[in-house]
């Protein structure tokens, strides 16, 4: 199982749209827990939260790292409000989290339709973990080096709403 971390940026709808495309996840087995992360309080996140049953966490910039202190996993899957795992997500992190060893520390789905924002965004990340890795919490928590990310054959659309 893993624990789903989703920063959020573009609001409450954005955030309904990426937990309502994780429950078929939840039902696979796969994803155990949720936690969101917020710049700042919320009351309508919060509200969201406690419906989905996940865990609300107000972090600097969205920090996976304060994210990760809060999971229950040690395999984060990292989700910007708005993402949208596509068709064969779910097999392709089952397998990867079964044979895989937190030495290896990161994988990678790919991402279509980036937008010029997030482009920008990534490209002056603090972190190099980036939404749409699956990262092992030693390398969140710990600092552990990770090797370079395994690039798995699952993709992360945006849902046109929230570009």
């Known amino acids: ?3 789903v971390l989703v ?7 954005a955030l309904a749209a990426t937990l309502s495309a994780l429950v078929p996840a939840v039902a696979a087995g796969l994803v155990g827990d949720a936690v969101i992360l917020t710049e700042g309080p919320d009351e ?4 969201v939260a406690d419906a989905a ?12 790292a304060e994210g990760a202190k809060a999971a229950r996993r ?12 596509q068709e064969g997500w779910i097999r392709v ?15 990678r789905m790919r991402r279509h339709g980036v937008g010029l924002s997030n482009l920008l965004r990534r490209a002056f ?3 190099s973990v980036r939404a749409g890795d699956l990262v092992h919490r030693r390398v969140l928590l710990d600092g552990a080096k990770a090797r370079p990310p395994v690039r798995l054959p699952a993709s992360i ?3 046109p709403l929230f570009g």
């Open 7 to 13: 920063r959020v940026t573009c609001g409450p709808e």
């Open 44 to 47: 309508t996140l919060d509200k």
């Open 93 to 107: 992190l089952d397998r990867f989290v079964a044979l895989s060893r937190p030495e290896q520390g990161r994988a």
């Open 53 to 64: 049953g996940a865990t609300l966490v107000v972090a600097e910039r969205g920090s996976w």
């Open 74 to 85: 040690d395999w984060l899957l990292c989700l910007d409000d708005g993402d949208i795992p």
């Open 157 to 159: 659309e945006r849902d």
């Open 125 to 127: 990340a603090r972190s």
């Open 1 to 3: 199982m893993i624990t």
